[in-house]
């Protein structure tokens, strides 16, 4: 089981959030989101210019920026 | 007296949709104090009894790092409602239960509405709503917004609960043995010191400094300075050990735990599922096609289309009956009122300029009903997750097209409306930058200045032309974007996280109430003001009149046309007959050249008219005399203004913005004019100040009157850069024989 860069994720791909690297404003959205250790999270989808990415956790869908995604790292699945 | 019942919950929870169920047709919306946040109240009956209800802006969470948010926790601090009630979406309970927590940390009287039932079943999501009450320690009241399922139920329980006197102490949760050490040690100093108390619980003002929550900190400095910094120094003390241990801070590790709670509380059996949860919803099947690499793009091009086609097509005709009515009001002026300056200011000032603003009524209407559909389904949300990539590179967000288009990103629209489109930006940076340059689009009004312009000097190439002048206004305005969110409106991207909700039918009750809400507004303030403004420019166009003697030197040479003219004619004349004699006509045709000329004396005399000729020292260099300075002064008022104004400058009577082949050719045999100069003017027409309509809304959307000032200033500004840059080089290189 690899942990990798959410960035790095494919479409349809899924995994668990292991960390987040980021603090302040941005760090706290994307907490307060529910993308926190333990939450699991399958790439739903990228906009037709690659960025932002469309992920599906806990019921709903939420979008990120790459640059965003970035801070984020998933031990994916399979 | 009346009870208030707030509702909060998180965005696209159905919070609106309830509380229009619960107040009807009772509601008023109005603003938070001091903020362009909306605030709605309403009230509710219940049993005889009255509830005033209020709908707290939607949020995720409470931090003090979006307005929404500080908005909300301080009406439930100061305002302390009797109840809240919480609507948590079912089918997403999880992350909506995370502001339950919040709530109960804050130590609020709570109960939740558990909404969205009918979407959880069909998802086959099955919640034990007992074990949950339970577990919460509140009552937990299923309903389905949408059809009023459960509303009553819902109704009796918070007003039980407002009857009942002992309210539940706010919620602890445990963060860790770290925190929890500095968590007690702060409250215990916090409850001896009574330091901001009555207001909030002493645990909660202890979590918040370990969230370095700016609001709160700045309220703590200001209340006791020397507690405060001991307070901070304990939560630096925390952060920088947490850092050192566990390369973390406090307010991620608070966030962590908070989830992990209701991750516990969901353990315990609240939810369970029925059959395959990994199968696609019928929301993510539309959205494999709808944002779909190549057929996305392909989709958005024709719902924008749809949109603006809808708008300006079909508001046409009510945009016509408005017209009519104040064209009807000022016949009505003119043929009961006494000549003389009343009449002129009613006719020209009030009925043209109120006219002019509640022409716009029922294209706003029609737009805020398109967005209201797009934004209630869901779909507005998925063009700024397709189009964020392109805008982010100016300093905008995704959701910024939608009021670029409006207001003329295609051709002809309104910036009145466009500004107003920018309320679904939730980014207050971005959404500013747009605010001031969805201006330079080209709306319906400048299109007439550019037709005329382009029908004398480039009636060969009028298409590309037209398209050119597109081109232009949107490079400008992104251009322009980007300037203003690298000096002014600095700072970084406001984060992209966002949610996509699941596509929902909207219900017809609930887009009219939207639309209406937002018209409303607009007629309201823009209405006030603008009616003084509109008085303001007639009179600069009007005073002074032209003295004594000029008038009766008009008035001298229209007798001795008639004294020149055959006995006959001037009967004729007389008898106002709809067919003239080629004779008759003739002597009308030299009489009304006359009335233009003396249309252009006292324009040319009045405040106006001065104004034009002593600033033509310096739009000398952009190629303007005073003619163009005045009807640009005009443009001020609409747009449009600009091409009658020109027309009454050049001696016209009575020039139609939609019929101009006359001035047209007018101004394409005048040697003062040629097409540099009308680059020049075109140029201009983009980019200077907006009309005052558009002014009024940016100052209220803004909320400021900064940024309206602003808006004039910059964009002429901007606007006088180009067409001196473009006129002098033009000048310079003898392009065009300039
Ligand atoms: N199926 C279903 N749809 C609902 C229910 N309640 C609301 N909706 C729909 O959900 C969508 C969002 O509802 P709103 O009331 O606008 O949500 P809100 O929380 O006010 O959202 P914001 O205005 O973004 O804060 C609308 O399309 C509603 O028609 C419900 O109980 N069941």
């Known amino acids: ?78 | 007296m009346e009870k208030t019942v707030a509702l909060a919950g998180n965005p696209n929870s159905g919070k609106t949709t309830l509380f229009n169920e619960l107040t009807g047709a009772r509601q008023h919306v109005g603003n938070y104090p001091g903020v362009t946040v909306e605030k709605k109240e309403g009230v509710c009956l219940e049993n005889g009894a009255r509830l005033k209800v209020v709908d707290l802006p939607g949020t995720y969470s409470l931090t003090a790092y979006s307005l929404e948010e500080v908005v909300a926790r301080d009406f439930l601090v100061r305002e302390k409602p009797a109840t809240v009630i919480n609507i948590v979406d079912a089918s997403n309970l999880e992350r909506n239960l995370y502001l339950t927590v919040q709530f109960m940390e804050l130590g609020v009287p709570l109960c939740i509405a558990l909404n969205m039932m009918d979407v959880a079943e069909n998802r086959g999501i099955d919640i034990d709503v007992e074990k949950l009450s339970h577990l919460m320690g509140m009552p937990v009241l299923p309903i389905v917004a949408r059809n009023g399922r459960g509303k009553r139920e819902l109704v009796a329980a918070a007003s039980g609960l407002i009857r009942t006197p002992e309210k539940s102490p706010p919620l602890v949760i445990s963060y860790g043995a770290d925190i929890d050490l500095a968590l007690a040690e702060m409250e215990g100093k916090i409850t001896g010191a009574g330091f901001l108390a009555g207001a909030y619980p002493a645990r909660w003002v202890a979590l918040k400094y370990l969230e370095k929550d700016k609001q709160i900190r700045e309220l703590g400095h200001a209340s006791d300075a020397a507690f405060a910094a001991e307070l901070e120094e304990v939560a630096e003390r925390l952060a920088h050990h947490l850092e050192t241990t566990l390369q973390t801070d406090p307010e991620a590790m608070i966030v962590d735990h908070r989830y992990g709670y209701i991750r516990s509380l969901m353990q315990q059996g609240v939810v369970s599922y029925r059959g395959d949860q990994s199968r696609l919803h019928v929301s993510d099947k539309i959205d494999k096609v709808v944002t779909n690499r190549f057929l996305g793009p392909l989709i958005m091009a024709g719902v924008v289309f749809g949109l603006y086609h809808f708008t300006f097509t079909y508001s046409e005709v009510p945009v016509g009956w408005v017209e009519d009515f104040f064209g009807w009001l000022g016949a009505l002026a003119e043929a009961h009122l006494p000549d003389g300056l009343f009449k002129s200011m009613m006719i020209s000032g009030v009925i043209d300029g109120v006219g002019g603003v509640l022409g716009f009524v029922p294209l706003i209407l029609f737009m805020f009903f398109g967005i209201a559909l797009l934004e209630d389904s869901g779909y507005l949300a998925r063009v700024a997750f397709m189009l964020d990539r392109v805008f982010r590179v100016f300093g905008l967000h995704g959701s910024s097209v939608m009021p670029f288009i409006i207001s003329g990103g295609i051709a002809g629209g309104c910036a009145v409306p466009g500004v107003m489109a920018a309320r679904t930006l939730k980014s207050p940076k971005e959404r500013l930058a747009t605010l001031l340059t969805v201006p330079f689009m080209n709306c319906g009004a400048k299109l007439p200045v550019f037709a005329l312009l382009v029908a004398a000097f480039f009636g060969d190439h009028r298409a590309s032309v037209m398209f050119l002048i597109t081109v232009i206004s949107w490079i400008g305005a992104l251009l322009a974007a980007r300037l203003l969110r690298s000096t002014l409106i600095r700072g970084a991207a406001t984060p992209f996280v966002m949610e996509l909700p699941p596509y929902r039918l909207p219900t017809f009750r609930g887009l009219l109430i939207h639309t209406w809400e937002r018209t409303w507004q607009y007629i309201k303030k823009a209405g006030t003001v603008i009616l003084g403004i509109s008085i303001l420019l007639w009179a600069m166009m009007t005073f002074p009149g032209l003295p004594e003697e000029r008038l009766a030197g008009f008035e001298r040479q229209r007798q001795e046309i008639l004294a020149s003219a055959p006995a006959s004619s001037v009967a004729e004349l007389a008898t106002e007959a709809e067919e003239l004699s080629a004779e008759t006509q003739a002597l009308r045709d030299r009489l009304l050249e006359v009335d233009a000329a003396a249309a252009e004396a006292a324009l040319r005399n009045s405040l106006a008219g001065r104004i034009g000729t002593s600033l033509e020292g310096v739009s000398r260099l952009a190629g303007f005399d005073w003619r163009t300075n005045i009807a640009l002064l005009g443009g001020f008022a609409a747009k449009e203004v600009v091409v009658s104004t020109l027309g009454t400058a050049y001696s016209m009577s009575e020039v139609d913005p939609e019929e101009t082949a006359a001035l047209s050719a007018r101004l394409a045999a005048n040697p003062a004019w040629d097409p540099l100069v009308a680059w020049s003017l075109i140029l201009f027409t983009i980019f200077y100040a907006p009309c005052f309509v558009t002014v009024v809304c940016i100052a209220r959307e803004s909320g400021s009157w900064k940024w309206g000032a602003f808006s004039m200033i910059f964009n002429t500004a901007l606007a006088f850069a180009l067409s001196v840059t473009v006129y002098q080089l033009g000048s310079l290189s003898g392009y065009w024989g300039g």
Do not use: S
């Not at chain 1, 791909?13 to 603090?23: C, E, L, P, S």
């Not at chain 1, 990415?53 to 965003?68: D, I, P, S």
């Open chain 1, 1 to 78: 089981m690899a942990i990798i860069n959410m960035r790095k994720m494919a479409v349809d791909q899924a995994g668990t959030i292991v960390d987040i690297k980021v603090g302040g404003e941005l760090g706290r959205r994307i907490r307060d989101m529910g993308l926190v250790p333990g939450t699991r999270v399958k790439v739903q989808g990228r906009a037709p210019l690659n960025d932002p990415v469309a992920l599906r956790l806990m019921g709903f869908t939420l979008t990120l920026r790459n640059n965003e995604a970035d801070h984020i790292d998933v031990e994916v699945e399979g």
